[in-house]
């Protein structure tokens, strides 16, 4: 009982001390305001075309599929 009431004085202590802190801050100032006028618009812009894009990577085009390196495996 000893040991279990100098815990809790301890834990109460420590509330004594953070009530001395002023906490009228708005804790949502620290985050960074986004006005929404300055955001981009939505704007629906084609993309590129299949036939394109193997042009552009034919080495890596492989029915279908790009090939890319081996991420998992022996060497991960």
């Not at 802190?21 to 006005?35: H, K, L, Q, V």
């Amino acid at each position: 009982m000893a040991t279990l009431k100098k815990q809790v004085d301890e834990i109460v202590g420590y509330f004594d001390i953070l009530s001395k802190y002023d906490d009228s801050e708005n804790p949502y100032d620290a985050y960074p305001s986004t006005d929404a006028e300055k955001l981009r618009e939505d704007e629906i812009v084609p993309g590129l075309e299949m036939k394109d894009v193997k042009k552009i990577n034919e080495a890596e085009f492989m029915d279908g599929y790009f090939q890319v390196p081996k991420v998992l495996g022996e060497g991960a």
